[in-house]
């Protein structure tokens, strides 16, 4: 008889396009989600939370293969039948939402979520199958000065989250811009018009001459390769760029610019009118076009908008993993989308907002050297030396923890050496010794984490750096709180 063969180990490994998160990244993307919530409830917006499943259907997304509707999306059939997924973003389940219980909502109804969205592509480098968005949406106002506040909310949001000032810009321009101007350039063939947005959405990184070629016979790039163009005529060609290239100075001069380019056509007057009504609303909300501006460049899912559209554009200086400049680029978007909900109720309804992935933000941040994580910092960690001792250093914890500091008792077997180190790895800011001695005289000795790391950059001898004890003071147990608030005030 053989041998039954030993059950082999599972392998330890994350599915392939999730992560695990330590708290460098968790601590940065509760701060910037803190900060930003705080922001839109000061504007009036009520936080949402809807599940993390919606039906398919609802969602919109569906496959060829009807048996199974998991395309960008991962699908799974209840024991109705039904097919349900997580949802890939969080303006479609609040559409459902609104659809659901629009007898019953304040109207306009005004609401911010975050959370975790979902979705079935293919992973890659920075991109991620899970992933956690910030939104704040208007549902029920027609009003572009919805738009003018949903614009100004971002730019206030994205500054409280850790960007000065200044060092990101909200970009702004319309759907009926375009539709305008694919009527004045006499493009009225729908994928020909889809080959001029892809040649406009690549102006930053070809330039104009590059885009030019794109939108006549086509372009052939570095590696050889030849990219079919939109085949508009010199004349279209440029009155295209021009449309572009109308994003220059104030909002108000960029407007009378795009006049010239769209004026004349019934879509492009109504996206001129908007947008001169959102520019008056942000001069009233104090946003200058240092944080806002009316950029025709602008091509952001032209499908889904229905109106303006805005994209939040990083402008610091960052740097990647190995120190080298990049462009960060966008780092959210939004715009006006009202056929969303009648979907469901077959009447059209207004709608607004702005979104960002909270992850890419975060990065964001990084990479411009304003990292959200140094609040990752660990608690204030109680050498254990006896195990007859443990009482009295669990009270010496309780005490730091009853005054809002962090702390915690070393609770494994090893010694003084490794516990230090411990706390070091844990990034604490101090390490409290209660020995014998200190319980005896009622005192206790602190060592100052933070200190003694700044000071061991600039001590060469070890004896010297053993016979100084930097950042080590022996004080009375009564004096303890205030010495690691001091401590921690100081880092």
């Known amino acids: 008889m053989s041998e039954r063969p030993e059950a082999r180990s599972p392998e330890a490994r994350a599915p392939r396009g999730f ?18 919530s705080g922001v839109y409830e000061r504007w009036g917006f009520e936080p949402l939370d809807t599940g993390a499943f919606e039906y398919a259907d609802a969602l919109g997304k569906f496959l060829p293969d009807a048996d199974r509707p998991n395309e960008g999306v991962f699908a799974l059939q209840d024991d109705d039948e039904q097919w349900m ?87 702004i321009n319309n759907r009926k811009l375009l539709n305008g101007l694919m009527a004045a350039a006499g493009v009225a063939d729908e994928g020909q018009k889809l080959a001029v947005l892809r040649a406009v959405d690549k102006l930053d990184r070809l ?9 006549g016979e086509g372009r052939k790039d570095e590696s050889g390769a030849f990219t079919k163009g939109a085949g508009l005529n010199a004349s279209a060609a440029e009155r295209v760029l021009a449309f572009t290239a109308a994003g220059l100075g104030g909002r108000g001069e960029t407007l009378a610019r795009l006049a010239e380019v769209v004026g004349g056509s019934a879509e492009g007057d109504e996206g001129l009118a908007e947008l001169a009504a959102i520019d008056a609303a942000l001069t009233g909300l104090g946003v200058g076009v240092d944080r806002a501006i009316i950029d025709p460049s602008v091509v952001r ?35 006006r989308y009202d056929d969303l909900v009648a979907r469901f109720t077959g009447e059209r309804t207004p709608a607004t907002g702005f979104s960002f992935g909270v992850s890419r933000l975060a990065a964001a941040l990084r990479a411009a050297g304003r990292d959200l994580s140094k609040a990752a910092r660990g608690p204030v960690v109680v050498i254990a030396f006896s195990p007859e001792r443990m009482a009295d250093y669990f009270a010496v914890a309780q005490e730091i923890r009853a005054a ?43 060592k100052d984490l933070d200190l003694g790391r700044a000071l061991a950059a600039k001590v060469s001898d070890n004896a010297e750096w053993r016979a100084e004890r930097p950042g080590q003071q022996t004080i009375p147990r009564g004096e303890l709180v205030e010495a690691l608030r001091r401590i921690l005030a100081a880092s």
């Open 207 to 215: 330039g104009a001459e590059g885009v030019r070629l794109l939108l």
């Open 404 to 446: 809002g500091i962090a702390a915690e008792v070393y609770l494994g077997g090893s010694g003084m050496k490794a516990q230090m180190k411990y706390a070091d790895r844990r990034l604490s800011p101090a390490a409290i010794i209660v020995g014998d001695d200190e319980l005896a005289a009622g005192t206790v000795t602190v």
């Open 301 to 335: 899912g032209l499908e889904y908008y229905t109106g303006p559209v805005f994209e939040a554009e990083l402008l610091l200086s960052t740097t990647d993993e190995k120190g080298q400049p990049m462009r960060f680029g966008s780092i959210g978007g939004g715009g």
């Open 85 to 171: 997924a997580l949802r890939y973003d969080l303006t479609a389940p609040l559409a459902r939402f609104a659809a659901q219980n629009w007898e019953t909502l304040p109207k306009p109804f005004r609401r911010y979520a975050f959370g975790p969205v979902w979705r079935n592509e293919k992973p890659g480098p920075g991109r991620f199958r899970e992933f956690v968005q910030c939104d704040a949406d208007t549902v029920g106002s027609a009003r572009p000065e919805a738009d003018a506040e949903i614009i100004a909310m971002a730019v206030e949001g994205l500054e409280a989250a850790g960007l000065p000032a200044g060092s990101a810009v909200l970009k």
């Open 19 to 36: 992560i695990d998160r330590r708290a460098r990244d968790v601590v940065a993307e509760r701060t910037i989600l803190a900060a930003v």
